[in-house]
């Protein structure tokens, strides 16, 4: 009757006992492998690196490009990024054969203020060469804490020392623009972090307050972000309704509906896209083209049906999972099917820049004249 007790409620047995009889087959089987090593591997190796590489190859093996494993170190960083911060020297880039083109300097920043400017290329961090590196290879070497320094050279051949700092990354930019006699608000989002969706609503009334007759929702190179946030923009421009649902194996349906507060439907919006508008950037997309709210401008997005989740873990680090699919109004899924990239959304009105051109945005060009014939 005893056993037959304790068999039942295994929390009441003595810890050694516990361990012995229903301890984790597989918890155990890594403990001792990893002992192993620690033991007898021909030089020393740190406990927690060996975990934080398993896990990751773990998360690896699922083959999904959208899942990662965070380090605790790295998930610190992610909640920076969601939170429109990061500690770095404040630029954006894009990678090259050999280095880092930057496109971007924030104003303030520690860039900005060792002079970096926009199209230089940083071809070191620190004396590490960035030739041959991906983009988020090169820039975990120029990232990092508060106060820290990195020494940066470029290709003219400059060498730039620069103290590193907490960056708030502007993600809403926006301004007003004049086509065919017509005053148009351009509101531009970069990423889909806390408090983004606020941000457009105040700039889009902002600009219609001046005068605006139009807008347009600038959605190029944003990769996504929050899925709330996600709402939250699109309530902006449609007052009530459906802007997506999602679903997934362990996740029953949910719809999201707009939140209200939206600006009066006789104002023409276009929503402006490329092939890296993903994920947040093509729920809004969809919704409002699904929804008949927007024309579409620019490129075909990138063709993400998934979404994820963060799940912390004891030692600080955290899983960031697909859980499920996300569908628009109309019951589309943008993906491929599961993890894969899928077809997207296919613009209304079709626009691209021409890269041989400098000063000129020929896609902005097409959506201004499309929204100012509304």
């Known amino acids: 009757m005893l056993g037959i007790w304790l068999g039942g409620h295994p929390d009441a047995l003595p810890g050694f006992a516990r361990s012995a009889l229903v301890g984790d087959k597989d918890g155990s089987l890594y403990q001792e492998a990893v002992n192993t090593i620690e033991r007898d591997y021909y030089r020393p190796v740190d406990r927690q690196e060996l975990l934080n590489k398993s896990l990751g190859a773990v998360v690896g093996s699922l083959n999904d490009q959208f899942s990662h494993y965070f380090s605790p170190k790295d998930y610190q960083a992610f909640q920076l990024d969601t939170e429109g911060q990061f500690e770095g020297v404040g630029m954006e880039v894009t990678s090259t054969k050999e280095g880092l083109k930057v496109e971007r300097v924030y104003d303030g920043s520690p860039a900005k203020q060792g002079g970096l400017k926009v199209g230089d290329i940083v071809v070191s961090a620190d004396g590490k060469s960035l030739a041959g590196k991906t983009s988020d290879q090169s820039t975990a070497l120029i990232k990092g804490p508060a106060g820290s320094t990195v020494t940066l050279k470029t290709k003219s051949g400059r060498t730039l020392k620069l103290k590193r700092a907490k960056v708030d990354v502007p993600v809403v930019e926006s301004k007003l623009e004049t086509e065919n006699g017509k005053k148009i608000a351009w509101v531009s989002l970069s990423g889909f972090t806390s408090g983004s969706g606020n941000d457009v ?72 896209v490329d092939k890296n508008s993903a994920s947040a950037s093509e729920i809004v997309t969809g919704a409002l083209q699904d929804r008949h709210r927007a024309k579409i401008v620019g490129t075909r997005t990138f063709g993400k049906g998934v979404f994820q989740e963060i799940e912390t873990l004891s030692n600080g680090a955290a899983l960031d999972i697909t859980v499920g699919e996300y569908f628009t109004p109309s019951g589309r899924n943008l993906g491929g099917g599961g993890v894969k990239q899928g077809a997207g959304i296919t613009p209304d009105v079709q626009a691209q820049d021409d890269p041989k051109t400098t000063g000129k945005d020929e896609a902005l060009q097409t959506a201004l004249k499309t929204v100012a014939a509304e």
């Open 201 to 272: 609503k105040d700039a889009v009334d902002k600009q219609i307050k001046a005068g605006a007759q139009g807008v347009i929702l600038d959605l190029r190179e944003n990769g996504g972000g929050l899925l709330n946030e996600a709402v939250t923009t699109a309530s902006v421009f449609l007052p009530d309704g459906r802007v997506v649902s999602t679903k997934g194996r362990a996740r029953p349906e949910h719809v999201y509906n707009a939140t209200g507060g939206a600006i009066s439907g006789k104002i023409p919006v276009v929503v402006l």
